[in-house]
């Protein structure tokens, strides 16, 4: 098993309430894109909020804290979840990851729009508290092409690629639970059909699937 969660978290009555924003969740195998893309929508819709996860992982080369993620060691994510602080967290490639729970309720409080970059596991979770939430599943084009982006990105040694290459194949097993899905072939492409989907929404429209 990849990693491990709490999926069974039961839902916050008070994340339910009607006055909502919107909550989009981007997921994808690693390397497939979500990091690059994310970083393009925000820039179109600069008025979206984007919640900032928590990860007990190494920064990258060019990753910032508070930008990026926000960078805390295991005793303080653990702290965080005897406090029950995350609205989900999960377990991933040995390292956790979490959403904060005030983030997203304030937002949706507020009526905002609010984007997440979170994996397969921490939807499920989220989908239990939110199932409101529009979720967009992003595949590779194929699994050599995902190989070669692990391997250009240059994050990663050998036996973690395959480790990522390994669940990306289960985790592409998964996209049908979510309400949309795109193939990130062409990148400015894939932008293009996220801006759709998501302005869609926002103007109250159907958004194409
Ligand atoms: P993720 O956040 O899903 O792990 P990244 O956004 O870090 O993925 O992308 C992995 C690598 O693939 C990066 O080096 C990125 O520049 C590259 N990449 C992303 N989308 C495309 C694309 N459509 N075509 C080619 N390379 C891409
Ligand atoms: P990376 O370390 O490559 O940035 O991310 C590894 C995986 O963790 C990706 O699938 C990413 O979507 C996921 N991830 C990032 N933040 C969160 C989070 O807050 N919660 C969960 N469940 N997954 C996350």
Redesign the pocket.
């Known amino acids: 098993m990849r990693s491990t969660?709490p999926i069974d978290k039961p839902s916050a009555p008070e994340a339910h309430s009607a006055n909502q924003g919107q909550l989009f969740i981007?997921?994808?195998?690693?390397?497939a894109g979500?990091?690059t893309l994310c970083r393009a929508v925000r820039k179109h819709f600069p008025e979206m909020l984007y919640?900032v996860?928590?990860?007990t992982?190494k920064p990258?080369r060019d990753e910032q804290d508070g930008i990026?993620?926000f960078f805390i060691s295991r005793m303080e994510f653990s702290r965080r979840i005897n406090l029950d602080l995350w609205a989900?967290?999960?377990e991933?490639?040995g390292?956790f990851?979490?959403?904060s729970a005030e983030v997203i309720d304030q937002a949706l409080q507020a009526g905002k729009a609010i984007l997440?970059?979170?994996?397969?596991?921490?939807?499920i979770?989220l989908l239990k508290r939110y199932p409101q939430a529009i979720t967009i599943f992003i595949a590779p084009p194929s699994l050599k092409a995902l190989r070669t982006r692990l391997t250009a990105r240059a994050?990663d040694d050998a036996q973690a690629i395959e480790r990522?290459l390994r669940a990306a194949q289960k985790?592409m097993g998964q996209k049908k639970m979510y309400r949309h899905s795109v193939v990130n072939d062409d990148l400015d492409d894939t932008v293009e059909a996220l801006k759709r989907i998501i302005a869609g929404y926002q103007s109250g429209q159907a958004a194409p699937k």
């Open positions: 969660s981007i997921s994808a195998p690693s390397g979500k990091t919640s996860s928590y990860t992982r990258r990026d993620y989900e967290w999960a991933v490639y390292n990851y979490g959403t997440l970059d979170i994996d397969v596991q921490g939807t979770q994050t990522r985790e």
